[in-house]
């Protein structure tokens, strides 16, 4: 499996041509698709009708303005094409969301929990930035994909401070949410780093901004030096790939299990 193949295509300067080459990629990868339009954001929604995961899983296909988007955040979407079509064949059921505007305010998440109801769903895992570094990264909780055991064999970290994504919306919809990323090891220390200025809400210092601009995850996205197709390491994309993966297969019975129980008896 070329888990990376789509993504030159789909990592265009110009959204309206990205919205199409996505059209013509789920077309062609046999997944059906709806599109749901407002105000012209465009949002791509998919599933697999099998054994239900309880779950939905997010990506932005947005781009911040002129950059190729690559790591932010068609890695991304690349994974998630490829795990539902790893679902179908499992027949495990799952909503996949590819957001528009979320360098916009996050509109297209917004414009989704707005006409959704969310209080189906046991989690959300969104992505961002999914292809570049070693080291998996999480936010938030959710209790079977931040279980030891799967962090262990993931090397995977949680962590209390990520870049804002459309977690941001979906956390306000009071269910579980997960923000996913990669980054090179070193970064995750200046993660660390930033999560002791807190949550902004006063505000952040020059010197959280000075850590932020050292981290080598920033050279992927808005323009950076290393915002290209070509820097995007198939490597970081499995590795995403292959936790979530694990996380969703699992048959472990814990809490997530038991929160999927809970909403089902609340409808």
């Not at 002129?66 to 799952?94: E, K, P, W, Y």
């Not at 080598?216 to 820097?231: L, V």
Request: charged share 25%; glycine share 6%; proline share 3%.
């Amino acid at each position: 499996m070329n888990i990376k193949r789509h993504l030159q295509r789909v990592s265009l300067r110009e959204l309206s041509l990205r919205r199409e080459a996505l059209s013509e990629i789920l077309l062609s990868d046999g997944v059906k698709f709806s599109r749901e339009e407002e105000n012209g954001i465009v949002n791509f929604v998919f599933a697999y009708e099998g054994e239900n995961s309880g779950l939905i899983l997010a990506a932005h296909y947005d781009n911040y303005r002129g950059s190729f988007g690559a790591n932010d955040n068609m890695a991304s979407v690349c994974i998630l094409i490829n795990l539902c079509q790893a679902l179908t064949l499992r027949r495990i059921h799952a909503d996949f969301l590819l957001t528009d505007g979320e360098e916009d305010k996050h509109s297209g998440a917004e414009f989704y929990a707005r006409i959704h109801d969310m209080k189906k769903y046991a989690g959300i895992i969104n992505l961002d930035l999914c292809g570049y570094g070693d080291v998996i990264v999480l936010n938030g909780k959710l209790n079977k994909f931040t279980a030891r055991r799967l962090l262990n064999k993931h090397k995977a970290e949680v962590v209390k401070y990520l870049p804002e994504s459309d977690a941001i919306i979906f956390s306000k919809s009071h269910v579980p949410t997960l923000s996913v990323s990669i980054v090179p090891k070193w970064d995750v220390q200046y993660l660390r780093a930033l999560a002791s200025f807190g949550d902004g809400l006063l505000g952040r210092p020059p010197e959280f901004y000075m850590i932020l601009s050292q981290m080598e995850i920033t050279q992927t996205f808005h323009n950076g030096p290393k915002d290209n197709p070509e820097y995007v390491d198939e490597n970081a994309m499995r590795k995403v790939y292959e936790y979530l993966l694990d996380g969703i297969t699992s048959d472990e019975k814990d809490e997530f299990s038991i929160m999927q129980l809970l909403r089902r008896l609340r409808r």
